[in-house]
């Protein structure tokens, strides 16, 4: 079976498409290349056992390897600055029998070069196993937790107020509760135990899997709420008022804080934000977070992020961070007063999203392109894009999971605009 990298590196149902042949074949083929390593997990249940794999695969390629255990994908990325390379076994939002590897250079995930580098080792299982003597070593360092928070409280300054955290069982259960506590908060958790059945709820932060971190923010009077997905690369939030706050108005909260010349979002990104920040160049990118930090980087960006819940606060890492996310928001609650009023400072424009099973999403996508291409301009960074003087359809293959993405907004016909884009794809995915 050949292996491909996503958007977020290779990812898949364990033991079906993630077996510990592929764990192996990945270690070695990364081990022939990276001579320092720097490994982790999420708390998945296959976490321990692909990771064994893949620390197989790279000590048998002659690799130096350092486990820093079960810490979330951030932790692992500002790790990484110290190796030539770091692996990061997770599945980050999906679900309990998924899991894969993220890797990162310098901090950073990998570039698409670097990602066709790897890609070609392992099609080709171009590697050679490194001779006895030459065979890698391993240990363990618990450090990279500590190191984390101490970048983040550095950057940081002390609040009190109360934060009800939902850490979705995930990584982020060893680490946000224990900072914003260190910050001066009054911290209540919810599913704050790692457990990788994810018992309390689905590890994707959303409205829909959020209701009981809304109950809790309101009945415990907290001033807000945070929650993470399973690698606590993401943060969404709650605001004190029980309400679930949109990926898109999340964005907008923090870019009008921390833009000064220029940002990264991606294509799918609403138009508040152009209204929103005069003066400040915004650069579109394809849709995931290695683009956007990959661009921030190349134009030397403020800030980045994506309404999935990936904020990129350059100064702090290139990497995604839910955790310094967080901290960046209860500082700034703590500081500028009522978040329910805060956001609502910030104008709703109405927005949809779907997502659609589809497994030939490249002969899809040529059809949903011809069509769309009849309402208007299109614009193909990502899938296809039309912009219209009242809102913009957007339709695109996912980057991770075999389904086909619609995001729709217009202030007065959104749902009309999706219902036809609905349509064009249900067409096209039959
Ligand atoms: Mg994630």
Redesign the pocket.
Known sequence: MSVKFGS?GIRGIVSEEITPQIALDFGLAIGSIYHEVVIGRDPRVSGKMLESAVVCGLLAAGSKVVKIGMVP?PTLAIASRNFDCGIMV?A??NPAEYNGMKVFKKGMSFDSKDQEEIEHLLNEKKWSFAKWEKTGNVSENGTALREHTDIILKNIKNAKLKVVVDCGCGAASVITPYLLREMGCQVITLNSQPDGHFPGRE?EPMDETLGSLKIMVKTAGGDLGIA???????MMAVDNQGRFVTGDKMLAFFAVREAKKTIAVPVDTSRVIDDLLDGVKISRTKVGDVYVAEELKRIGGDFGGEPS??WIFPGISLC?D?IYAAARLVELVNREGDFGDLLDDIPDYPVKRGAFPCSDRHKAMSGISRQLGKLGAINTLDGVRVDMEDGWVLVRPSGTEPKIRITVESMNRCDELYKMAEDIVKGEIK
């Open positions: 977020s994908t997770t980050s939002h590890p993470h997905d399973g690698d606590a690369d993401r819940g990936a995604p839910g």
